[in-house]
């Protein structure tokens, strides 16, 4: 007899789905049965993500979507609802960062973070739970009156690491954002949790760790190694499934220990 967490009849969607962790969020998801809107810029990666999901008998859907444009937010996840039926979930991974002392730190490449990283979190969650919200309320039609929200933070917004302040402020935001969030909307069946990574190997780092400096990094580590894409399924899973409705608020480092 096995456990199983089934996500079909959900819809999810997931921003910066065009790369590294939210391509894979994305893969996650529709395995587990969900409805997947695919969310980012880059719409061609995103179709090629598409037919790869689909090929495995998945569902799919592309939205361009870039989270700094209030105005792109709103479009986005009135297309998708459109397209797909009511967001049941929300995985908010978009995110940049810049590796700069903080006395070089410009006016542009702070804002350019934290636009991203913290003001765009937190209109997509907005928009996606004030339709959460109405459909509880009875107000908007839906099939699961609630929501779950995963706002992706990193094991940065807890443990500051040099050359990458801003990107470890706006990451901390992220977290204090979420207990405000799971705090407001709770009542309305809106769980909102934050996962906390630490060093994933990505497409965008893969190239650091075989540097002399990657390697460095890489022996300060608890166990001398770092995470996969995938490390981040299971907890992914648990926090989106109906299952977890008694987890709200939580942030969880999946760090491999890094922070401890």
């Known amino acids: 007899m ?10 999810a969607f997931v ?44 569902d799919a859907h592309v939205v361009g979507l870039d989270v700094t444009d209030p105005a792109s937010i709103r479009a ?7 397209e797909m039926g009511a967001i049941d979930i929300l995985v908010n991974n978009s995110g940049v960062s810049a590796t700069q002392k903080l006395t070089e730190v410009t006016p542009e490449s702070y804002d ?6 913290t003001r765009g979190a ?38 500051v690491l040099g050359q990458i302040g801003v990107y470890c402020m706006s990451k901390a935001a992220v ?7 799971a705090l407001e909307w709770g009542r309305w069946g809106i ?26 990094l890489m022996a300060m580590m608890p166990r001398k190694r770092i995470g996969q894409p995938q490390d981040l399924d299971a907890i992914l899973v648990t926090l989106c499934a109906k299952q977890s409705h008694f987890i709200n608020g939580a942030v969880i480092a999946a760090d491999d220990g890094f922070g401890v």
């Open 76 to 82: 986005a996840v009135a297309h998708a609802e459109t």
């Open 175 to 181: 977290v204090h954002m979420t207990r405000a969030m």
């Open 15 to 58: 921003t910066g789905a065009s790369s590294g962790l939210g391509m894979q969020f994305a893969k996650t998801l529709a395995a587990a049965g969900a409805g997947v809107v695919l969310a980012a810029r880059r719409i061609e990666r995103l179709k090629t993500l598409r037919a790869e999901i689909e090929s495995l008998g998945g």
């Open 2 to 11: 096995a456990y199983e967490i089934d996500l079909s009849g959900r819809v």
């Open 122 to 159: 937190f209109f997509v969650a907005q928009e996606v739970a004030k339709r959460m919200i109405a459909r509880s309320k009875g107000e908007a039609p839906g099939t699961w009156a609630g929501g779950r929200i995963v706002n992706i933070a990193s094991m940065a917004g807890l443990k």
């Open 191 to 216: 769980n909102v949790n934050a996962i906390c990574p630490g060093y994933i190997d990505t497409e965008i780092n893969h190239h650091h760790w075989q540097t002399e400096g990657g390697q460095r």
């Open 112 to 117: 350019h973070v934290m636009d991203t990283n």
